[in-house]
C-alpha cells in the first residue's frame, strides 16, 4: 500500500510560480511511476506530467498545455515527487492530485493505483 500527502498548493498572481510536492509512505516508490493530474471545477481530471522509475534517467511526460513551464521531478531517497511550475496562468487553477503507478503512469486516471488527497492551486489574473 501507497499513502501519498500533496503540499505546496496555494492563491498566485498569474505569471508566478509554486513548487507542489508529493511526499509518499508505505513503501519504497524506486519502481514507481509518479506523476501529477488536476481537476478544475466542472471538468474531469486530467493528466499533467509524469515521471518513470528507470534509473539513471527518469523519463518525463508532460501534457502540452503545461510543457515549457512545469517541471517534474523525484528523489526517491526522500520518496518525494515535485512540481515546479512557473509562468502559472489562470487557467492552471485547478486541484491537484499526486499519483503512484508500477512503472509507468496511465493515461486513464481510472487507471492508476493510488492518489493522494489534492491540493488547491489559484492563479488569479
Known amino acids: 500500500q501507497v499513502q501519498l500527502v500533496e503540499s505546496g498548493g496555494g492563491l498566485v498572481q498569474a505569471g508566478g510560480s509554486l513548487r507542489l510536492s508529493c511526499a509518499a509512505s508505505?513503501?519504497?516508490?524506486?519502481?514507481?511511476?509518479m506523476g501529477w493530474f488536476r481537476q478544475a471545477p466542472g471538468k474531469e481530471r486530467e493528466f499533467v506530467a509524469s515521471?518513470?522509475?528507470?534509473?539513471?534517467?527518469?523519463?518525463?511526460y508532460y501534457t502540452d498545455a503545461v510543457k515549457g513551464r512545469f517541471t517534474i521531478s523525484r528523489d526517491n531517497t526522500l520518496n518525494t515527487v515535485y512540481l515546479q511550475m512557473n509562468s502559472l496562468k489562470p487557467e492552471d487553477t485547478a486541484v491537484y492530485y499526486c499519483?503512484?503507478?508500477?512503472?509507468?503512469?496511465?493515461?486513464?486516471?481510472?487507471?492508476?493505483?493510488?492518489w493522494g488527497q489534492g491540493t488547491q492551486v489559484t492563479v488569479s489574473s
Open positions: 499519483a503512484a503507478h508500477p512503472v509507468a503512469i496511465p493515461n486513464h486516471p481510472t487507471e492508476v493505483n493510488y
Open positions: 508505505g513503501r519504497t516508490l524506486s519502481r514507481y511511476a
Open positions: 515521471i518513470r522509475w528507470s534509473w539513471p534517467t527518469y523519463n518525463t
